[in-house]
């Protein structure tokens, strides 16, 4: 299975929309700010499955805070991060995707992406599909009951 992951787009739907069309995925995953944006998505691509959570820009979005999904036999857990501390510590949000029974923990509000194991739990951050200077989404193949993370630049 093939998913795109974004995260801090900002109203930049046109990233995601590009993206989109390079990767061709099954699913798609928007991890807040804004939700609207993925309701935009979604609406475009009404075939493909789409989850997503709200950020902290969301202010009056009924996406919930967090998502426990499986996909591809990959359990993940997905929250926009906020609520975690990201910007601060990893510990919160890793602690809640290990008691969530997860393999797979997804996560923005930072706007920098990374992907990183502990021990049997990987934590992986699309950065921003946003404004900026070089924005980017997550690409996740699912094999086997495995997962293989990619950060991708948007040109």
Known sequence: ??????SDSHGNTQNMLTAIADFAPDC?????DVSPDADFIAAQYPQLEMYSVRGNCDYFSTAPESQLIELGAVRMFLAHGHRHGVKISLDSFLNSVHFSGAALGLFGHTHRAMCRSFGTVQLF???SCGFGP?????QIITENGEAFCKIVDIK
């Open 28 to 32: 798609i995953i928007h991890l807040g």
């Open 134 to 138: 070089s924005p980017t989404y997550g």
């Open 1 to 6: 299975m093939k998913i795109s992951v974004f």
């Open 125 to 127: 951050n699309p950065g």
